[in-house]
């Protein structure tokens, strides 16, 4: 039986139903902008030190439902890319930036308008920065005298829309320009369509197009020699500084090959690994260089002690294949704070037990899980357990050591109770559909009792709220004698 509204309420639904009717037949309630128009400029600049020219260009119409006053924009952190020389404009007219209060978010500047920015008025906004000397070498940039890589993300500006309930949802334009400058010798890999080459003297400008489903424009360049010569279909592809004799590959190839069939294709414009050689990649353990690799997207970089390992060593084939899952788990999705174990490092762990059930079969699957369990019950028998849903890579090592074993665990789990092909679907739906995203266990239970039809509740909360590894998944993988003595085991 339908109840009558109290005609007291209903006098007081009426604006918010007026409110609502107009947010939705897409009158603008709220200040806002809309993207028409982006690109992307890096220029590399021979030192010392060598640096980075960045130059990004907006072209922005005002949709909101009142004029502004400024923009307000995040920029890459100076000390981690060594940011350096801002500029920035507006319609041509210099401009200088403002801090925002500490909330307000780190690196975040406000760039204050001349005058009013009236609705339905197009504005350009270009700004350039240069970086020199980063402090932290890595996944978000590399730089040194002959070769330089930019990961997906950090590195260009994030324009911020205006803070307001009703204002206009952003949007990237169809098609953005990205346009790298290099000196003639260097090769070049990036995100996109390639479109263009011109030479400019003594240097080669190479254009791309990025539509709006590129997530993250990237780049790697230096003065490479390439193996082979020319980039096989599918096959691994390797660019070094100086050349290597007949690297072994084959097993990189079949990694990328497992991943895209269990996970889906990265980008369809990069159709093989590419292992790029950086010196500028550092990893000391007791004071001593140490093999490295880190994932770019589209293959992995990796650093001199990787490669003098020799590119058909076991060794340099897990620090690459881990590498190369988190190209999967790590760059095209982002877990959040809370999740940077149990998801981020996780799932690149146990996307390497895949690749290994891909080499060996079963026998392959279960050898690498039972060296997890290992490792972890080896943690556990020298710290206290954080539990893996509250776990952080800001941890102290003891229980950090101990969840990174873990969380590998919890997918091997998921998989014993609802099968493989389920798992990894939702997994691959996972990375389909929240490209760019953060993630965090309500999100990736969602998809994966969406792709499995199982009510995933208690599962999660045994793994990731207990301490301990369930009974049930220990006599599914148990220790050999010598194992249970070298791990100290804890049950």
Not at 259 to 268: M, N, S
Not at 429 to 455: I, M, P
Request: proline residues 9%.
């Amino acid at each position: 039986m339908n109840r009558p509204i109290p005609r007291a309420l209903s006098i007081c639904l009426i604006p918010l139903v007026v409110l609502l009717c107009g947010y939705s037949c897409g009158a603008p309630l709220g200040p806002g902008y809309q993207t028409l128009r982006e690109s992307y400029d890096v220029r590399f600049v021979s030192g010392p030190p060598p640096e980075l020219e960045i130059r990004l260009v907006y072209k922005l119409r005002n949709v909101g439902a009142t004029d502004l006053k400024f923009i307000d924009a995040r920029l890459p952190d100076e000390r981690e890319f060594g940011r350096t020389d801002l500029h920035a404009e507006i319609d041509g007219r210099a401009i200088s930036p403002s801090d925002l209060p500490a909330e307000a978010g780190q690196n975040m500047l406000r760039f204050p308008l001349d005058s009013p920015w009236l609705n339905g008025q197009i504005r350009t906004f270009s700004i350039g920065y240069a970086f020199r000397s980063p402090q932290n070498s890595g996944s978000l940039i590399n730089l040194g005298p002959r070769e330089f890589h930019l990961g997906s993300r950090g590195w260009f500006v994030e324009l911020e829309p205006p803070k307001h309930l009703f204002a206009p949802t952003s949007s990237s334009p169809p098609l953005a320009g990205f346009t790298i400058q290099v000196p003639s010798d260097f090769m070049v890999l990036a995100r996109g369509i390639p479109k263009s080459q011109k030479k400019q003297g003594g240097e080669v400008e190479h254009r791309f197009v990025l539509s709006k489903d590129d997530w993250g424009p990237f780049v790697v360049a230096g003065r490479y020699v390439p193996w082979p010569a020319r980039d096989g279909a599918h096959s691994a592809v390797l660019w070094t500084l100086e050349p290597l004799p007949s690297p072994a590959l084959g097993q990189v190839t079949a990694a990328w090959n497992t991943l895209e069939a269990d996970f889906g294709p990265l980008d369809p414009h990069i159709i093989a690994p590419h292992i790029v050689e950086s010196p500028e990649l550092v990893r000391q353990i007791s004071g001593e260089p140490s093999a490295a690799a880190i994932a770019f997207p589209g293959g992995a970089i990796v650093n001199p002690a990787a490669l003098a390992l020799g590119t058909g060593n076991e060794d340099f084939f897990d620090l690459v294949s881990h590498a190369l899952a988190r190209d999967w788990f790590g760059d095209q999705i982002r877990p959040g704070t809370d999740a940077s174990i149990g998801i981020g490092e996780g799932l690149a762990a146990y996307a390497t037990i895949v690749i290994d059930e891909a080499r060996s079969g079963e026998a392959g699957r279960r050898r690498r899980v039972v060296d997890y369990v290992r490792r972890y019950n080896q943690a556990r028998a020298l710290s206290s357990e954080t539990p893996l849903g509250i776990a952080l890579l800001t941890d102290p090592i003891g229980p950090r050591q101990i969840a990174l074993a873990k969380a590998p665990l919890f997918y091997v789990a998921l998989e014993d109770i609802c099968g493989e092909t389920a798992v990894r679907k939702g997994l691959a739906q996972l990375v389909k559909r929240l490209r760019g995203q953060e993630v965090d266990y309500s999100v990736l239970r969602a998809v994966l009792e969406q792709s499995t039809h199982r009510n995933l509740a208690q599962v999660f909360r045994i793994w990731l709220n207990d301490k301990g590894l369930p009974q049930d998944f220990l006599e599914r993988y148990p220790l050999s004698p010598a194992n249970r003595e070298t791990a100290g085991v804890w049950r």
